[in-house]
């Protein structure tokens, strides 16, 4: 389970990403290792108005919700695997802080630090762990836990397919993000699908195939006034208005900008 205090006997610094952080890694990372955390359960039930839509028509992203507190709330999605697969990033010791910065402005819209135990995959190379690691390794996570103004709690399946179907930001498309997880859990292990992500995503498949055997526009073509492109180390990448929700500063890379998960 999670913890907000950092972990006082561990001298490397880990961070845990369970959404786009698999496969949008953060900056200056020297290992890259598969596993899970135990506990919770991944769900797309937090808003993004800052990467996968915007303040007036916001996208849904995953979050974390610890295992005990979704039992007791009605999902639809009514079975979740006992394991959260992901991925565990070791960040090199002289940018830590310089990490921990760019974390915080790509996870800033409604996610909170935590820490929690991860559990590397079996077939993991051990000289890629810590020195002399026994059990699992203490990683820094973004949650969007249910006291933040973004969490959304519990949702239709095709309601929510169909938004994330219609859904634009910044950072693209909220569609991508969704089969851009499906894609990277699938190829993490022979376990590490993840059923809610799954079924999403072929929701959002059959609406795309409505919508085009319907000869309906694609709803996302529509420009947003309020969204300026720019271009970033050669790609063109959009980014919000200053006058928006909040401000961010201008990416050093592409993948700056996207969130995290927020814990990806």
């Keep these: 389970m999670s913890a907000q205090e950092p972990p006082s006997k561990q001298d490397e610094f880990w961070i845990f990403g369970y959404g786009s952080l698999i496969w949008k890694p953060p900056p200056h990372f020297d290992r890259r290792i598969p596993g899970w955390v135990e506990g919770y359960v991944r769900r797309f039930w937090q808003v993004s108005e800052d990467h996968r839509g915007t303040p007036s028509a916001p996208g849904r992203v995953v979050t974390l919700i610890e295992r005990s507190y979704w039992a007791s709330l009605a999902d639809r999605h009514d079975s979740a695997p006992a394991k959260v697969w992901g991925?565990?990033?070791?960040i090199k010791a002289d940018r830590v802080a310089e990490v921990k910065e760019y974390l915080d402005i790509r996870e800033i819209n409604g996610y909170t630090i935590h820490w929690t135990p991860f559990h590397p995959a079996s077939d993991v190379d051990?000289?890629?762990l810590p020195p002399a690691q026994k059990g699992p390794i203490q990683t820094l996570v973004y949650i969007g836990t249910p006291d933040n103004a973004q969490f959304t709690g519990p949702q239709d399946p095709?309601?929510?397919s169909e938004h994330i179907y219609r859904s634009k930001g910044p950072s693209g498309l909220n569609r991508d993000y969704l089969w851009g997880l499906e894609k990277a859990l699938d190829e993490l292990s022979p376990e590490s699908s993840d059923e809610h992500v799954k079924d999403l995503s072929n929701r959002v498949r059959a609406v795309a195939a409505r919508y085009k055997s319907e000869g309906k526009a694609d709803p996302t073509d529509e420009t947003d006034a309020?969204?300026?492109?720019?271009?970033?180390n050669g790609t063109t990448e959009a980014t919000h208005d200053e006058h928006h929700h909040h401000q961010f500063r201008r990416a050093g890379s592409v993948d700056e900008q996207e969130e995290t998960e927020k814990t990806s």
């Design 87 to 90: 991925v565990a990033y070791r």
């Design 126 to 128: 051990p000289a890629l």
């Design 158 to 160: 095709q309601e929510l």
């Design 226 to 232: 309020a969204t300026e492109v720019i271009e970033v």
